[in-house]
Every structure is written in structure tokens, then in C-alpha cells.
T-cell receptor
Framework: EAGVAQSPRYKIIEKRQSVAFWCNPI?????LYWYQQILGQGPKLLIQ????????DSQLPKDRFSAERLKGVDSTLKIQPAKLEDSAVYLC????????????FGPGTRLTVT | DAKTTQPTSMDCAEGRAANLPCNHS???????VYWYRQIHSQGPQYIIH???NNETNEMASLIITEDRKSSTLILPHATLRDTAVYYC??????????????FGKGTKLSVKP
């Protein structure tokens, strides 16, 4: 079974630029998550989708971050404009059901904002 | 905030058992204990979870105290590939956002030859 795919793996941008990350979850997984992991800390949930609807985006900085999952499969996370403090690894995960069962994580995208 | 307390780091000799403790003194009766690990430059990986009883799978064993206020993850024969950050998470078994994973800083386990 193919795992969660993410691209790009690495991205370097200057502050105030925009960036987008892509995630393809495991086939058949209805729930998709985006996490932000700052160096030395555990992952922090940014947004959770159930199919193409948002379940929880309470920790998403909505003034600069946006995410979508239009057809209930792939998802993109965008940052515009980026700040230095956005430097982190952005992880995508998926699961069959929200709140139960294990989450499967992708390898992440390492973002560096200079 | 994470509802668990874990040591920042631990060392283990290769081939020996690694015992990783976790305190979760405020756990509720219907909350599960989950363990994930994160190997360097990879996403977290599910290891095991339990409610009351001890659990074992091909990766590890989970021992939960009778009062459920603490637990121990046991890697019976640690290898160098088990070097990772291990996260203990208390989680509600509910749908929607209430069953979300809340990660702390975890325990950095270093397995040494």
C-alpha cells in the first residue's frame, strides 16, 4: 500500500513570498491532517479535513495560511506571505476515520524562510 | 497542551530492552494511551495504543498501570534503527476534532552499539 505522499520535500523562500505544499493521502482515507513541526517540538495540528470539509482549523493562522481539499482526495496548504517564524516541517497525515485509528504520516516538507 | 509527561532523553544499549515511561495522571476513563515515534527526517509512525490492559504487537509492548496514571513502552530488543523521538499521547476515542492527537516534545531515545 502506498503511503502518504508530499511534495516538495524541501523549499527555501524569502520572507513575504508565497509557498504551497501538496499532499496525496492513502487511497480511501477520508480524513486528512496538516501539521506544523518547529525544530525541537512535536507536531502541532493546523487543520483537519473530513472528505472535502473542514473539521478543525482552530490553530490555522488564517491571515496567512490557507488549505483546501477540493475533491476530497489531494490537499494543498498555502502560506502567503511567509514570515521567518514559519520555518518548520509541514507534515500531512491521513486516516480512515477522524478521531479513531492510527494516523499515517508523510515524510514532510521542510520550509526555510530567509 | 499535551496531557503527558515524558523524560527528555534516554539511552539504551543495542540488544537490550528499552523502557520508556510516561505519566498521564489526569487521564479520563475513556481516554486511550497512544505511542508514536519519529525517526530523524521522517514523519511520525504509529507504534501501539491501549486503554486498560497491557498490549503487545510486533513492534513493542505497552504496560499501563492499574490506576492508569502512567504507562511504559517497552522495545524488547532495541536496535540502532530504534533511535528516534517517542511520543506518548492521551487521546479520546471520538470523531471530529475531539479525538485529535496532541503531541508533546517526546523522549529522544538513543540506542548505542
Amino acid at each position: 500500500e502506498a503511503g502518504v505522499a508530499q511534495s516538495p520535500r524541501y523549499k527555501i523562500i524569502e520572507k513575504r513570498q508565497s509557498v504551497a505544499f501538496w499532499c496525496n493521502p492513502i487511497s480511501g482515507h477520508a480524513t486528512l491532517y496538516w501539521y506544523q513541526q518547529i525544530l525541537g517540538q512535536g507536531p502541532k495540528l493546523l487543520i483537519q479535513f473530513q472528505n472535502n470539509g473542514v473539521v478543525d482549523d482552530s490553530q490555522l493562522p488564517k491571515d496567512r495560511f490557507s488549505a483546501e481539499r477540493l475533491k476530497g482526495v489531494d490537499s494543498t496548504l498555502k502560506i502567503q506571505p511567509a514570515k521567518l517564524e514559519d520555518s518548520a516541517v509541514y507534515l500531512c497525515a491521513s486516516s480512515t476515520l477522524a478521531g479513531v485509528g492510527e494516523q499515517y504520516f508523510g515524510p514532510g516538507t521542510r520550509l526555510t524562510v530567509t | 497542551d499535551a496531557k503527558t509527561t515524558q523524560p527528555t532523553s534516554m539511552d539504551c544499549a543495542e540488544g537490550r530492552a528499552a523502557n520508556l515511561p510516561c505519566n498521564h495522571s489526569t487521564i479520563s476513563g475513556n481516554e486511550y494511551v497512544y505511542w508514536y515515534r519519529q525517526i530523524h527526517s521522517q514523519g511520525p509512525q504509529y507504534i501501539i495504543h491501549g486503554l486498560k490492559n497491557n498490549e503487545t504487537n510486533e513492534m513493542a509492548s505497552l504496560i499501563i498501570t492499574e490506576d492508569r496514571k502512567s504507562s511504559t513502552l517497552i522495545l524488547p530488543h532495541a536496535t540502532l534503527r530504534d533511535t528516534a523521538v517517542y511520543y506518548c499521547i492521551v487521546r479520546r476515542p471520538w470523531g471530529g476534532s475531539q479525538g485529535n492527537l496532541i503531541f508533546g516534545k517526546g523522549t529522544k531515545l538513543s540506542v548505542k552499539p
